[in-house]
């Protein structure tokens, strides 16, 4: 049984949280990118079929879902992307944050 104490657990690496979160804006990129290719797939077997056919029907369907995905996993993308690059800025050591910390303190503000 795994052991629940509180005082048991480890302390949430905000580094690793923040690198998954990374990882995972790259994953909806690669996502959105990859619908993206399939509807070029589907926008072929429509073009190739005859308008109205079956195969045409189901390509049309089959571009209308992947241009959904692609433009939500693009968003997601965005999204995480954002929180990633807020998140990184604000951890201890990061190159961003000494960079405006050397700044502020140029200036008089830190």
Sequence with gaps: MPDTNPSAVEPIDLKE????IGMASGLFAYAAGSFSDIATL???IAAAAEKGTLANRL??????ICED???DFTEY???????FECYSAALPNHPFRRLHSAEDSSLGGA
């Design 17 to 20: 949280v923040v690198r998954r």
């Design 42 to 44: 589907f926008e072929a």
């Design 59 to 64: 390509a049309c369907v089959g571009m209308s």
């Design 69 to 71: 995905r692609d433009s």
């Design 77 to 83: 993308h965005e999204d995480f992307g954002a929180h």
